[in-house]
């Protein structure tokens, strides 16, 4: 899989730059027969699984498609609402299908922006001299990688645990940057980057990697 | 291998023990605003990688790298939160840590009698045991 | 580790922090300084419990020749049952008192090496000693035990017998 995201910090700490890998997250359709089996809960127009374990799917799944067709706004393209669909049992058996799906837009700006904040408490409590905020930050599954720049720039790549050189890899994003956003007449400083060609030299370089 | 200093938290944000052995930089805040800046913080890096993560994590934060130390961090299933600040050579001290906690924490502080749950640790014995354990280590 | 270690080593652990509770508990009841009372009541407690594991633990065993012989017994298989390990060292004058030595006596092997916790360590103490007076109560032989703490974890218990 190797880089699932990257995403650019401003030095006041709004994200100004986001990037996700299009990568198969985990799916899985499934039958179902009533009674469901799982307790579904609609958060943020999304149908996700509240509590229930079943044919792998886990908490935190949302309902991606209901008997083939995609759920979207937590409806069926017809309309009608898919909890609505769900709580009556002549319509069961129904196939569902979950996927783990990626966290919004509004959500990522509000933890990365925590993020910049720890970073700056990790400077703080510190044991040793001169040391710089957190630069990978490993979980399980994936890591979270760091570099800020002497402006103060954050720049950000989660890549599971298989990817090598990331290092390498934050410095020649930081290089792009460069390139194509300072560079660029038409873009302000600490504002979110719209620049077609720093998007398109960007993938280009992640798919080579 | 430096170990720089260890905090121990219960799940109520109470620092239960916190010894160092070498520290170069002191926070520059009291000692009690510091652990709950350090509390506050593993939360917040717990609860960022658990709203990113795209696969639902079993062990959830491990540590992070920063350019002059690494922070180790372990987890017990009673809520109890090992800290470890040590230097960048040190690879993965989960099992370090859960030494600590079976053999050291849980032999000394849990067993014993006058210990009260979510007081601050005071028995020598703890202390002396935790001591060696890690001097022997940074020998190794 | 087989099983049957994992087993005992759990019970044991159960009886440490039962022990553990009720010591709290009583302190608690009789409120501060009043320690002698909560000694005591732990006392008796320990007593009624001696007079039964006596029973349970000398089934099997023939009847006692003389009284050494019954002290002896409490130093080894008792003290096994009820601690997991022996007394270490036994020391008698041959009239009424014998002097019991445990060189790391299971409910403080967890408190302290040193000096900390000494005048805590007392009532942690009283239990065992009740262990001791109603095991050999039962065995005919009326006592008085007294414990006290040498060198954390060791103690000793001193057994008067009364005439």
Not at chain 3, 52 to 79: G, I, Y
Request: charged content about 20%; hydrophobic content about 40%; aromatic content about 10%.
């Amino acid at each position: 899989m190797g880089i699932i995201s990257v995403y650019i910090v401003s030095k006041a700490g709004g994200l100004i730059f986001s990037h996700d890998q299009p990568n198969t997250s985990a799916e899985v359709e499934a039958t179902f027969n009533c009674p469901l089996g799982l307790v579904l809960e609609e958060v943020d127009r999304q149908v996700v699984v509240k509590y229930g374990e079943k044919h792998g799917i886990q908490v935190g799944y949302s309902l991606v498609a209901l008997n083939g067709q995609p759920v979207a706004n937590r409806c069926i393209p017809d309309g009608t609402s898919a909890m609505t669909v769900l709580t009556n049992p002549e319509n069961y058996p129904v196939s569902l299908k979950f996927a783990r799906l990626r966290v919004s837009i509004n959500e990522r700006i509000m933890l990365l922006s925590m993020f910049h904040s720890i970073y700056a408490i990790s400077v703080k409590l510190s044991p040793a001299k001169h040391s710089s905020g957190i630069q990978c930050l490993e979980a399980d599954s994936f890591k979270f990688y760091c570099f800020q720049t002497i402006t103060g720039v954050k720049f950000i790549v989660v890549a599971d645990n298989k990817q090598q050189k990331v290092e390498d890899l934050l410095k020649r994003i930081y290089e792009l940057y460069a390139d194509f956003v300072l560079k660029n007449p038409f873009y302000s400083l600490d504002m979110p980057i719209r620049c077609e060609h720093f998007s398109t030299n960007l993938t280009r370089f992640i798919e080579e990697n | 291998m430096t170990i720089y200093n260890l905090y121990i938290f219960d799940r109520n944000c109470s620092c239960l023990y916190y010894k160092e052995w070498t520290r170069q930089k002191e926070a520059g805040i009291p000692r009690e605003e510091e652990f709950k800046l350090m509390y506050g913080m593993i939360f917040s890096l717990k609860s960022l990688i658990s709203r990113l993560s795209i696969i639902s994590a079993k062990e959830g934060l491990v540590g992070y790298t920063a350019s002059n130390y690494k922070l180790h961090y372990f987890e017990t299933p009673t809520g109890f939160k090992f800290v470890m600040n040590t230097d960048t050579s040190v690879g993965n001290v989960q099992d370090v840590l859960r030494h600590i906690y079976a053999r050291i924490f849980v032999e000394y502080v849990v067993r014993n009698p006058v210990a009260r749950p979510g007081e601050h640790v005071d028995s020598e014995l703890f202390a002396a045991k935790l001591d060696d354990y890690i001097q022997d280590l940074s020998f190794k | 580790m087989s099983v049957t270690t994992v087993q005992a080593e759990t019970s044991q652990c159960l009886f440490e922090f039962l022990h553990m509770e009720i010591v709290s508990q009583l302190q608690q009841e009789a409120g501060p300084d009043k320690k002698g009372e909560v000694q005591q009541r732990l006392e008796s407690l320990g007593h009624r419990v001696g007079e039964s594991l006596v029973e349970r633990t000398s089934r099997d065993h023939p009847r006692f020749k003389n009284e050494l012989d019954a002290v002896v017994f409490m130093c080894k298989q008792f003290w096994v049952t009820a601690f997991n390990k022996n007394i270490d060292n036994l020391k008698t004058n041959h009239q009424d008192t014998y002097v019991l030595h445990d060189n790391a006596f299971r409910l403080l092997q967890h408190l302290s090496e040193g000096n900390q916790y000494r005048e805590e360590a007392q009532t942690y103490l009283s239990f065992a000693c009740g262990l001791l007076t109603g095991a050999l109560s039962n065995v005919g032989i009326k006592c008085q035990v007294t414990a006290e703490v040498t060198k954390m974890p060791a103690c000793t218990f001193q057994v008067k017998v009364l005439l």
